[in-house]
């Protein structure tokens, strides 16, 4: 009998503000850090309304994590101090590497309809805290979609669904990232590894997670998964639309001050005398 995964603990977001005041719902942040591993903090945005997000998330610094930028409606402008710049769109995923240090800004364009979209911050071991910044800007296009019988969509961003990879690639935290739209009476199965962390975030519908007595998850609500072999999630009389995020944990010490992620208070303190002093972004050979 396979061990099928449950829920064991429901985490419900809370609504705040960042940047230069866009309203989004922390789904999970600072005061859960560890038990994610290694995930650090996830925002979910959503709004019709341009003056929740027109102000954006104007320059500042990253050092010792990732960012990655995954929309479902509307579009973000980017550019950064390597001179980097372009639009995260519809259906896009950037994945950022900051390592050493980058400062960038994330302005929304205003468009017809709505904002919508997630950002998710990854720790990196102590080992790649300092690597050169890179990153991977993905197109909707080239991200694979796998369609079950049943009429369930999968999108691949990160990771692997059966024999489909996703297009991001060269992270150490051997992330899934998992885009799930599951039809009225749909179920979705796939392996997954024991060791690894799992996280799931409902943003349309409700489902169950685990299989035969399983918990149920409805919209807005995420939830860490416990231990077991696999996943199963089951929507129940209508669309259910999620994202699975799974990772190898790290379980190094955090010491975390705003956009920067180290180890040591004594890194921190480094990388905001550097902020300070103009040193912050690294040459790299």
């Given at each position: 009998m396979t061990n099928y995964r449950k829920i064991s603990r429901?985490?419900?977001g809370t609504p705040t503000s960042d940047g230069a005041g866009v309203k989004l719902t922390r789904i999970f942040g600072f005061y859960e850090q560890g038990l994610l591993d290694p995930f650090l903090m996830l925002d979910f945005f959503g709004t019709d309304n341009p003056n929740d997000y027109i102000a954006g998330f104007p320059w500042h610094p990253h050092r010792g994590m990732e960012t990655v930028t995954y929309m479902l409606d509307g579009s973000i402008e980017h550019s950064d101090s390597m001179g980097n710049s372009g639009v995260i769109g519809r259906g896009d995923i950037q994945w950022?590497?900051?390592?050493?240090?980058i400062i960038h800004q994330e302005m929304p364009k205003i468009v017809e309809g709505r904002l919508r979209g997630f950002q998710l911050w990854v720790n990196l071991p102590a080992a790649r805290k300092m690597v050169?910044?890179?990153?991977?800007?993905?197109?909707?296009?080239?991200?694979?979609?796998?369609t079950q019988p049943d009429g369930s969509r999968i999108k691949v961003l990160a990771g692997k669904f059966g024999e489909v990879t996703g297009p991001v690639t060269g992270i150490f935290a051997e992330p899934?990232?998992?885009?799930?739209?599951?039809?009225?009476?749909g179920s979705v199965t796939f392996p997954f590894q024991e060791n690894h962390t799992a996280f799931v975030y409902l943003y349309e519908g409700s489902a169950?997670?685990?299989?035969?007595g399983g918990k149920k998850l409805r919209s807005g609500q995420g939830a860490l998964l416990g231990s077991g072999e696999a996943i199963w999630i089951g929507s129940e009389g209508h669309l259910a639309r999620m994202i699975f995020i799974g990772g190898q944990p790290i379980g190094e010490p955090i010491a975390w001050r705003g956009p920067v992620v180290m180890n040591t208070e004594a890194e921190l303190n480094q990388a905001f005398q550097e902020i300070r002093s103009g040193q912050f972004v690294k040459e790299h050979k």
């Open positions: 429901i985490i419900h950022m590497t900051a390592g050493s240090g050169p910044p890179r990153y991977q800007d993905i197109p909707a296009a080239a991200i694979p979609v796998v899934d990232y998992l885009d799930l739209e599951i039809p009225a009476g169950i997670f685990g299989g035969e």
